[in-house]
């Protein structure tokens, strides 16, 4: 059974830093890519970074330059760096599994607050 599990997130002020980490398991194919994405009150779930498993990464226009994802492989974590945060990225944070078939696996999110 594939299962993920965000952690990391908390209070911080604008320019804070914050590193999510996302703990997978059961993955049964080497060939999935890792998403994290975030909603913030009344909005809908956006993307914001993701890493396939040859190490190709993306990121969203709003957090380019600020967020950085990254794995290790050895742990099974996604891991991602967030710097100058701010007040707009306030939400759940939530990261996600997609194998190559097309399915999906979420885990439970984590939250960030950002004060301003």
């Known amino acids: 059974e594939v299962q993920l599990q965000a952690s990391g997130g908390g209070l911080v002020q604008t320019g804070g830093s914050l590193r999510l980490s996302c703990a997978y398991s059961?993955?049964?194919?080497?060939?999935?890519?890792i998403g994290w994405f975030r909603q913030a009150p009344g909005k809908d779930r956006e993307g914001v970074s993701c890493?396939?498993?040859?190490?190709?990464?993306s990121s969203s226009d709003s957090v380019k330059g600020r967020f950085t994802i990254s794995t290790d492989n050895a742990k099974n974590t996604v891991y991602l760096q967030m710097n100058n945060l701010l007040p707009e990225d306030t939400g759940i944070y939530y990261c996600?599994?997609?194998?190559?078939?097309?399915?999906?696996?979420w885990g439970r999110g984590t939250q960030v607050t950002v004060s301003s």
């Open positions: 890493i396939s498993s040859d190490g190709d990464t």
């Open positions: 059961g993955f049964t194919d080497d060939n999935f890519a």
């Open positions: 996600k599994g997609k194998l190559f078939t097309g399915r999906e696996y």
